[in-house]
């Protein structure tokens, strides 16, 4: 849905990450301008709680995960493109960033 959308996409095997941890992800996805899209509930809470660069917490099991993107993505890219340092939470019910959390 996101290349289908215009938007590059990369997996953290893609990337030689595959093995890496959270953290190692997220410094080379802010090194690389990247966001960060995910389903995992640990890593989220932990972005939450410290932005670093973009992530995208899905709120969601993993199969719906592309709908539910799907319906907030203008809205998180528009978030993402004008706030540094950001972790989107999104879920069917709409979105919260971590600033509302700080």
Do not use: Y
Not at 28 to 51: C, L, P, V, Y
């Amino acid at each position: 849905m996101l290349r289908r959308r215009g938007h590059e996409c990369l997996t953290a095997s893609q990337v030689g990450l595959a093995a890496a941890s959270d953290d190692a992800l997220t410094v080379w996805a802010d090194k690389h301008d990247a966001a960060i899209i995910s389903t995992d509930r640990e890593f989220g809470r932990r972005r939450m709680n410290n932005a670093i660069g973009h992530h995208v917490w899905l709120r969601c099991p993993d199969w719906e995960a592309d709908a539910v993107l799907q319906t907030h993505l203008d809205e998180v890219a528009t978030l993402l493109e004008t706030r540094s340092d950001l972790t989107v939470r999104v879920s069917k019910d709409g979105l919260t960033d971590s600033s509302a959390w700080t």
